[in-house]
């Protein structure tokens, strides 16, 4: 996991982007006040939605327990 300030982020935006998308790199942008935020490729995003709806239905985890049984 990375971590880069605002400022560094907004001087360095394409460099940045390219390791979050490229290398599957989830970055944190700290920001005063401590009003963080985490940057994630979008690939990453939507697999971590699906992993939440498919764990988030009963029916869904047990034929997944019971396929990997």
């Not at 939507?46 to 019971?66: S, T």
Request: glycine share 2%; charged share 30%.
């Amino acid at each position: 996991m990375l971590a880069v300030n605002y400022t560094n982020l907004r001087d360095n935006m394409k460099m940045y982007m390219d390791k979050v998308t490229d290398d599957y790199e989830t970055m944190i942008v700290t920001r005063k006040n401590n009003k963080n935020v985490v940057m994630i490729s979008e690939e990453s995003y939507n697999n971590l939605m699906e992993n939440i709806y498919v764990m988030g239905n009963k029916e869904n985890y047990d034929w997944l327990m019971k396929g990997k049984a």
